[in-house]
């Protein structure tokens, strides 16, 4: 199988690139900045160099804010074609921030509250209103570009004159105390394969590693983790990192990220996070293509530390009058809180069965 990584060749990719090359026959690595697409009434056809790109089983596109729009292009003229891990519409999504949170709202994803400014003028009137301190942001940008928190109406009125030059949109956002302190997860398909947290360096509100944060492996617990798997699937990634704070009640996701950094995330977490994207990528790719899944079952098994078994026997736990499961069963059955299932039960035994039994 062939599989080509559209990037703009960055450690990441290139990282991912040396581990696919263990799974896929071939694997080209395509500078996105060479890459066209052209458009007419018979059909969209995607140039690289000026030529036809070839056929792939797997095309991973990955990139800035910058070139959401060529992403979603090439993405869509691909559709169906080969396995793409995100939707066309992921990429205009995901890549910025105030439609990542419509998408998020949507399925009910916990997230900080934000108010949108078109203009300056608006902005200015939104400050009056709000709770402080607040965030202020720009739409699109990365690496926590474009973040400034204000504790005051003068200050945050001082504020929009340095955003001002981004030429962009504003984001106002409601400020959650975390002592510059927030989560990334790494996310294939339904499952959290790395998490950090990192922490702000000195008076910087901003966790990025890129601002100067550091990271420590975190362990997410049942709950975080099915909201980071939600918000993934909010804005239609099979692959993505999603960043989070820790709430009151629940932690609540700030950003998606579609082309999430490895290197502070792989040495924090001492795992080989490049590996788990290729190894996502070949399974899915041969789903796509209709090959066999035999041992996937043990796989995933042998991945939480069980036995391969029919049966595991327990002692029964009813709490309130409900029966509660082992969280290792959750895990391997891959169970989400909004899937829709069928309990058969009858004296002695119960049977939870999903309706929709494709898993990944």
Not at 83 to 112: Q, W
Not at 276 to 283: C, G, P, T, W
């Amino acid at each position: 199988m062939k599989l080509a990584l559209i990037s703009l060749g960055g450690e990441g990719s290139k990282s991912i690139s040396k581990e696919a090359r263990k799974y896929f026959d071939s694997v080209d690595e395509v500078d996105i900045k060479k890459i066209e697409v052209r458009v007419d009434e018979k059909k969209v056809e995607v140039l690289y160099e000026k030529k036809p790109l070839p056929e792939y089983d797997c095309v991973y596109i990955r990139g800035s804010f910058k070139y959401a729009l060529l992403q979603r292009s090439i993405s869509s003229a691909l559709q169906g074609k080969c396995y793409l891990p995100m939707a066309p519409e992921s990429y205009t999504t995901a890549h910025d921030k105030f439609l990542t949170m419509l998408e998020l709202s949507k399925l009910g994803v916990n997230m900080p509250r934000t108010y949108f400014a078109a203009t300056t003028k608006q902005a200015k009137k939104l400050l009056e209103e709000v709770n402080y301190p607040i965030i202020m942001k720009i739409p699109s940008g990365t690496q926590g570009k474009g973040v400034m928190t204000a504790d005051s109406l003068p200050s945050a009125k001082s504020m929009l004159d340095t955003l001002e030059v981004f030429n962009q949109p504003y984001l106002i956002q409601e400020y959650i105390e975390t002592s510059a302190t927030d989560i990334r997860a790494i996310v294939t398909g339904k499952k959290v394969v790395a998490a950090m947290k990192r922490k702000g360096k000195g008076g910087e509100v901003r966790s990025n590693i890129h601002q100067g944060g550091t990271g420590l492996a975190y362990e997410l617990d049942y709950e975080t983790e099915r909201v980071a798997i939600k918000a993934a699937k909010a804005v239609k990634a099979d692959i993505c990192g999603v960043d989070l704070l820790e709430g009151v009640k629940s932690s609540m996701v700030i950003e998606v990220n579609l082309s999430p950094g490895l290197a502070g995330i792989t040495a924090a977490t001492k795992k080989n996070v490049a590996d788990f994207f290729a190894k996502f990528l070949f399974e899915k790719t041969k789903e796509f293509k209709g090959e066999s899944k035999e041992g996937k079952y043990e796989e995933i098994i042998k991945e939480f530390g069980m036995k391969p078994q029919k049966e595991v026997i327990m002692n029964l736990d009813i709490k309130g009058g409900r029966i509660r499961l082992p969280e290792g069963i959750t895990k391997i059955t891959r169970f989400n809180a909004d899937d829709e299932i069928a309990l058969i039960a009858e004296k002695g035994k119960l049977t939870i069965k999903d309706l929709d039994v494709k898993k990944e």
